[in-house]
Nanobody, 124 residues
Framework: QVQLVESGGGLVQAGGSLRLSCAAS????????LGWFRQAPGKAREFVAA????????YYAESVKGRFTISRDNAKNTVYLQMNDLKPEDTAVYYC?????????????????WGQGTQVTVSS
């Protein structure tokens, strides 16, 4: 069982940066593959970024590639999403997710544990 708590969201101007954090409970954090998803108003939840259990393999949605970076600190039981050059279309509630697998997944239904979400709003 893993409990996830996101933080770091807020209001930022276009072109700005934010770093989201997701703190996990439990001693087996290092055995989970992790993902970030987002959901904008009136839209379905979409994949943003993912990290394998090892932390070596990452994957990004095309819309954020080159601007966002996922990373993890197993000693702190925390996964991060560094977001640079933010755009108004990045506005959404951002969720972190975890699955007890080696490999990440791109579909939200493949994740077993979810945080409550943190709001990111990018103004133009």
């Amino acid at each position: 069982q893993v409990q996830l708590v996101e933080s770091g969201g807020g209001l930022v101007q276009a072109g700005g940066s934010l770093r989201l954090s997701c703190a996990a409970s439990g001693r087996t954090f290092s055995s989970y593959a992790l993902g970030w998803f987002r959901q904008a108003p009136g839209k379905a939840r979409e994949f943003v970024a993912a990290d394998s259990q090892s932390g070596v393999n990452t994957y990004y949605a095309e819309s954020v590639k080159g601007r966002f970076t996922i990373s993890r600190d197993n000693a702190k039981n925390t996964v991060y999403l560094q977001m640079n050059d933010l755009k108004p279309e990045d506005t959404a509630v951002y969720y972190c997710a975890a699955r007890p697998r080696t490999k990440y997944a791109l579909q939200d239904k493949s994740y077993d544990y979810w945080g409550q979400g943190t709001q990111v709003t990018v103004s133009s």
